[in-house]
Nanobody, 115 residues
C-alpha cells in the first residue's frame, strides 16, 4: 500500500523556521524520487524542492538557499528544512513521490507564516 504521511506544518512568525517531514512506505522510498510541492489559496500547485534517489536536488528559485531538502534512507523519510520564512510561503505543502510511471501524493500539511 502506498503511503506518504506529512507532518510538521504549523503557524510560524515571519523569519522563523520549520521542518517538514514525509514518511513513505519502504516500497515507495527505494524506488521513487521525492519532492515537496505547495499550493497557496487561489494558486496552482508548484514544485518547491526535489531530491532524486541518488541524492541530487533541485529547488524553486523562490526557496533556493532557504529550504534545503534531504532524505534519510534508514527512516524512509524526506525532510524540508524551512528557514527565513515569509508570508508568501503560506500554503499547504504536499509530499510527492514520482518515477517514470507513477506519481503519489500525501494528504498535505498546512504552513502558515504570519505575525
Amino acid at each position: 500500500q502506498v503511503q506518504l504521511v506529512e507532518s510538521g506544518g504549523e503557524l510560524v512568525q515571519p523569519g522563523g523556521s520549520l521542518r517538514l517531514s514525509c514518511v513513505a512506505s519502504r516500497s515507495i522510498f527505494i524506488r521513487y524520487n521525492m519532492n515537496w510541492y505547495r499550493q497557496a489559496p487561489g494558486k496552482q500547485r508548484e514544485l518547491v524542492a526535489g531530491i532524486t534517489l541518488a541524492g541530487f536536488t533541485n529547488y524553486a528559485d523562490s526557496v533556493k538557499g532557504r529550504f534545503p531538502i534531504s532524505r534519510d534512507n534508514a527512516k524512509n523519510t524526506v525532510y524540508l528544512q524551512m528557514s527565513s520564512l515569509k508570508p508568501e510561503d503560506t500554503a499547504v505543502y504536499y509530499c510527492n513521490a514520482k518515477n517514470a510511471i507513477f506519481t503519489h501524493w500525501g494528504q498535505g500539511t498546512q504552513v502558515t507564516v504570519s505575525s
